[in-house]
């Protein structure tokens, strides 16, 4: 059972690429990879990579949108929908979207999700980063 598991978990070259301390490609597996590829779908823009144009979740378009919760609720519809699509190892079970009190200008994204294979429940908080309209200089 724990070799099929890790076979649909799969194992890939981690992001970002590094080696190795033998010199080879640094590979990661199992929830780690999974994590990695959630925010590589997150962080690519469609039509970034020529070979596979529809690739990624497109939260460039919010850069400079006005943080409220209309955009809030824009995002997680964009976010789910990307890892949906994209990341066929996991369910999304929810997608919050909110400002980072910490940070003007900052969103924060949870995702919430749990590894189909495994039935692990993980939590993955993503930071987004906007250019507010009236931004004090």
Not at 90 to 118: C, F, K, M
């Amino acid at each position: 059972m724990e070799a099929t598991r890790q076979h649909f978990i799969g194992r890939g070259w981690a992001f970002p690429l590094g080696t190795d301390v033998n010199g080879g490609i640094r590979t990661v597996g199992g929830a780690e990879e999974i994590e990695q590829a959630i925010y590589l779908i997150l962080s690519t823009t469609p039509g970034e990579r020529p070979m596979r144009p529809e690739f990624g979740c497109g939260l460039a378009d919010f850069v400079f949108e006005s943080i409220t919760p209309a955009t809030f609720g824009r995002i997680a519809s964009a976010v789910e929908q990307a890892l949906d699509r994209w990341e066929p190892r996991i369910d999304v079970d929810d997608v919050v979207v909110g400002p980072d009190p910490d940070r003007a200008g900052a969103v924060l994204i949870e995702v919430v999700y749990r590894i189909r294979d495994t039935y692990d429940r993980r939590s993955l908080v993503v930071p987004f980063y906007v250019i507010p309209e009236h931004q004090e200089v």
